[in-house]
């Protein structure tokens, strides 16, 4: 998955006398996640901790980005500046505190490191280690999402016609440009309504006439019917449901 990513670490190194544990004490954090409609605006905060054990003079830590996406369901490592090389405390440094802040993440998509840990002692030998993943920074799709909420059958003129009424919806993060609303009754498409543009979170009523339906013949309304607007999901433009009684 190609990613531009700028890094900035920050490096934070108490320096004291080692501390005595049972057992290696590390952990992989997500200290932050900024999410925005602006691939430059999108960052992640990545951080390490890790105490001295005994037996140890230096410690070392590696972080390892991996991404997740929609066509890729399972973490994979990228490559990223001042990734995937061994990072180390000074001699003599009981807390060691590494963080790596990464920006211009890609949407949709998540984030987060792997982190690898290891103690060394004075001859460089390990003493031990340890691994740890961090949360991840979900970053979601800003692209539009139009679907339809809702379809309700209403008297027109000729009682022979019906006036069916649809309620098409934003739900994404940015404005959809104008589409087109079609609507099939009973297996008959009817002439493509136009939807005008719509806000994030705004919607509309959509009004075609046509045929009146059978009782319980299905009505099928599709939004964007055209494929005229990107969409973060084109899975959910469809609405079934069924023609009401004509009393209803």
């Excluded at 087109?180 to 705004?202: F, I, Q």
């Amino acid at each position: 998955m190609p990613v531009r990513i700028l890094v900035l670490a920050i490096l934070l190194a108490v320096f004291a006398a080692p501390a005595a544990q049972a057992r290696p004490s590390a952990r992989a954090l997500l200290a932050g996640c900024e999410r925005s409609l602006d691939e430059a605006d999108r960052a992640a905060v990545f951080q390490g901790q890790m105490r001295s054990v005994p037996g140890a003079s230096r410690m070392q830590m590696r972080f390892t980005l991996q991404a997740r996406t929609p066509e890729r369901d399972r973490w994979a490592a990228l490559d990223a500046p001042g990734f995937g090389t061994w990072l180390s405390s000074a001699p003599g440094t009981s807390r060691y505190v590494y963080t790596k802040r990464v920006e211009n993440l890609l949407a949709p998509a998540s984030y987060r490191v792997s982190l690898r840990f290891r103690w060394l002692d004075a001859g460089g030998a390990v003493v031990a280690r340890a691994r740890d993943f961090s949360r991840a920074c979900r970053q979601p799709d800003p692209r539009a999402d139009l679907v339809v909420s809702s379809v309700g059958v209403q008297p027109a003129a000729d009682p022979a016609r019906r006036r069916y009424v649809a309620f098409v919806r934003n739900t994404g993060r940015t404005a959809a440009e104008p589409s087109s609303l079609a609507l099939t009754v009973d297996g008959v498409l009817l002439p493509a309504a136009t939807v005008l543009a719509l806000e994030p979170g705004e919607g509309a009523l959509v009004s075609v006439e046509g045929p009146a339906c059978r009782a319980g013949a299905p009505l099928v309304a599709d939004a964007d019917a055209e494929e005229s607007v990107d969409e973060s999901d084109e899975a959910d433009n469809r609405l079934t449901r069924s023609c009401p009684p004509a009393s209803a």
